[in-house]
């Protein structure tokens, strides 16, 4: 399984941007993603997460902002980020478990200016 992050950029304080995390591979269309962040120095941490059908998880932080969303045929899920802070400046991940292997795609930076 491959997965391609994109979309990061910069914006400023209170801006949008979408993110896309597009699946390659086996296995690719029959499971959930996952998103994390990670800031500079710290730790990486739990975004959102988006199954198979559709349901979907956010973490405390980004619960009223941000949404996800898929797009099965194309294997592919957006993560829509409104009202965007600083404190949301990281590189964002994207993940997928199959069977006890979890796999990551490169990250995308996300910066946000005050």
């Known amino acids: 399984v491959q997965l391609q992050a994109s979309g990061g950029g910069l914006v400023q304080a209170g801006g949008s941007l979408r993110l896309s995390c597009a699946a390659s591979?086996?296995?690719?269309?029959?499971?959930?993603i996952g998103w994390y962040r990670q800031a500079p120095g710290k730790q990486r941490e739990w975004v959102a997460t988006i199954a198979r059908g559709g349901a979907t998880r956010y973490g405390d932080l980004v619960k009223s902002r941000f949404t996800l969303s898929r797009d099965n045929a194309n294997n592919t899920v957006y993560l829509q980020m409104n009202d965007l802070i600083p404190e949301d400046t990281a590189v964002y991940y994207c993940n997928m478990w199959i069977g006890n292997t979890i796999y990551w795609g490169r990250g995308t930076l996300v910066t946000v200016s005050s």
């Open positions: 591979g086996s296995g690719a269309s029959r499971n959930g």
